[in-house]
């Protein structure tokens, strides 16, 4: 018996399989034990260099640095989205005044380092006195470089939608824009969630590059934290804390997006709501 890409493993494959998990593991858990033990070796679980998160102030440094994180990331995601969504539009357009200008600037944006846009925007904007904040320079170069990422992921979403779809529409006389609104989207929409959610998690974490350019994130701030003498320059306590609230913002985001894949799933099997394609087929939609 054989599956579709791979022969269905006997006996002794599974067995074999079962030994190599166990042994993964194994190292796995080794080398977590053994990190764990250099840096109680090198005193990073003293009390003194945890103790600075007990009072109230340091508990509002991080908060106001969390804080910026999200407003700098969130503003961006919305950004991100409309620049992806607009630019997505412009790629799949019939005129190529509109495509290819459209492909150069998504192309040229994706192939830019993050931290680089991010320089252009601060340090061009001290040199030319743009009056650019921290803040903007952070998020027009998350916006860019995620927003060009976000045209192609939506360009080959609306690309993957069966070709029969397009050709039923369009033999009901359906303009392209209503076609791509009305009858692809609301199907890419559904294969295209885990990417988009993916790529915002890349986004959130990104912001901690604007530490570099003095932005008051989470990172800027816990670097302020470990450098401290009285605690014992507590750098890795610090950065370990940081870390965990990354990972719960993260997990989050992606409870979120399990949530929003299984309510698209509940209501519908990948085509087009009834109200859309009422709305579609109505005979003014063909005007």
């Not at 002794?12 to 998990?21: F, P, T």
């Not at 192939?111 to 006195?129: C, W």
């Not at 008051?216 to 701030?221: C, G, S």
């Not at 990354?246 to 085509?271: D, F, M, N, P, Q």
Request: proline fraction near 5%; hydrophobic fraction near 55%; aromatic fraction near 10%.
């Amino acid at each position: 018996m054989s599956a579709v890409l791979y022969d269905v493993p006997g006996p002794r494959a599974k067995a074999r399989n079962r030994i190599i998990n166990a042994l993964v593991v194994l190292v796995l858990l080794g080398a977590v034990a053994w990190v764990i033990f250099r840096l109680n070796q090198t005193g990073q679980f003293e009390s003194r260099r945890w103790a600075q998160f007990q009072y109230t102030a340091i508990q509002n440094e991080l908060l106001d640095g969390l804080l910026n994180t999200l407003r700098a990331a969130g503003l961006a995601a919305v950004l991100a989205m409309l620049f992806g969504a607009v630019f997505a539009a412009a790629r799949i357009s019939d005129h190529a005044v509109l495509r290819a200008p459209a492909t150069l600037v998504v192309e040229l944006f994706r192939a830019i380092p993050l931290l680089i846009l991010m320089f252009f925007f601060y340090y061009g904007s001290l040199q030319y006195q743009l009056g650019l904040s921290p803040f903007w320079a952070v998020v027009l170069g998350l916006t860019l470089y995620n927003g060009s990422v976000l045209a192609e992921i939506f360009r080959a979403g609306i690309a993957a939608v069966p070709k029969g779809q397009r050709e039923a529409a369009y033999a009901t006389g359906l303009r392209k824009n209503q076609v791509v609104r009305l009858i692809l989207l609301p199907q890419a929409i559904r294969a295209m969630l885990p990417a988009i959610v993916s790529q915002l998690v890349v986004l959130l974490k990104d912001t901690a590059l604007g530490f570099i350019i003095t932005y008051n994130e989470l990172l800027y701030v816990a670097k302020q934290m470990g450098g401290r003498l009285e605690f014992g320059f507590p750098y890795i306590p610090t950065y370990i804390v940081v870390a965990v609230i990354y990972i719960g913002l993260c997990s989050l985001l992606s409870v979120i997006a399990r949530w929003l894949e299984g309510r698209s799933r509940r209501s519908g099997k990948g085509g087009p709501s009834p109200e859309a394609a009422e709305k579609a087929m109505a005979p003014e939609a063909t005007l």
